[in-house]
């Protein structure tokens, strides 16, 4: 049980996805000017990344009996662009509210890299994941992207009134006021949760 | 437009890191050295000319319908091939881009071009406009890390593959380790974009200027 707990709070503190590893920026800068949208994104991509993760890991184990491990990079997109078309098609047909609201950010998730990162993250052997952990690194990963797209849109709502500088307006400042997120998440690298559980 | 314009197109006018703001993710992460970013830069633009000329004269069977699945397919392949040959021919660099080279297959760059261009234009055309995106994006890289590495690692140019020391430019005590962390990317990034931004606003004003000083 610790050590789903250690892999979570890695995957959504000490190494974010988006704001220590930089997976997922383009929906990150893309989608967060309004809090509305970004936090359908954030949930969208914690169900995708979830599921992706763990589909995925069975689909590896099924290619290393085969012996075509090399075909991993191909077999991972394919899957998880079917798993969005199939995300896409069951919540047209059983949750039209939430489809609604995520709609035009549902395909755009097939090419998050956050997605194919955190697929392929799960199967690197130096990790050597189980299919329950990968599973938690996957949903814990989507955390961790609502939390950081989440924090992100409500400055760049407040930055809307800001005077700035004609070259500073759009990607500029919200690229500064990222890397001031990630400053601020730095601070969670020397935080010691194993000392804290005492472990 | 000529072939000529197709290929400066995407180093200057349409620049994908500075003009376009695609492809963020490789970007950011690897631009900590410049040796990273040109093993990079090299490996976004051998998959973007190659899944480009394939796209292109597959562009007349491809259905409609399923083309996204097909250009995926397509750039999967090519992104394998970089991917095993820099294991086999460059371990080190293969080791510090890690994720990142299977990861060029969702970069936006490159389904943006097939879609946007390489399913209309002929194959020559398309042939020159991966190169230059591709070499944009490799430049990009280049000024973006060539701020990075000397600031936040002291030196200049490592590249231990090739058993280059580099240069040491910094001294110890004197380095902003900032730099190459997470922070240092977006910040470096965010103030370069707005001086690019500043100086295009300049050339467009001063081009205006001479046209009206010309009538």
Redesign the interface.
Known sequence: MTDLLLISFGAIFINNFVLARFLGICPFLGVSKKLETAVGMGLAVTFVMTMASAITYGVYKLLVLFDLEYLDTITFILVIAVLVQFVEMILRKYSPGLYQALGIYLPLITTNCAVLGVAIINIDPSEGYSFIQATVNGFSGGVGFTLAIILFAGLRERLEFAPLPKAMEGFPIALILAGLISIAFLGFSGFRLQALLGL | MKRWQVFTNGIFRENPIFRL??G???T??ISTAVANALGMGLAATFVLVCSNVIISLLRNVIPDEVR??CY??VV??F??IV??VMAASAPGLHKVLG?FI??I??N?II?GRAEAFASKNSVGRSFMDGLGMGLGFTLGLLLLSAIREPLGEGTFLVAKDFGFPGLGLISEGNRAK?FV???????T???L???I??LA?KLTAARAHTKKGGE
Do not use: R, Y
């Open positions: 703001v695609l963020m993710c490789p950011l992460a996204i699945p995926i397919v999967a392949t992104v394998t991917d095993k994720i299977p990861l297959v969702v936006c389904l900032i962390m997470a922070p240092g990317a977006f910040i990034l965010g103030l974009l707005a001086g931004n500043k606003a």
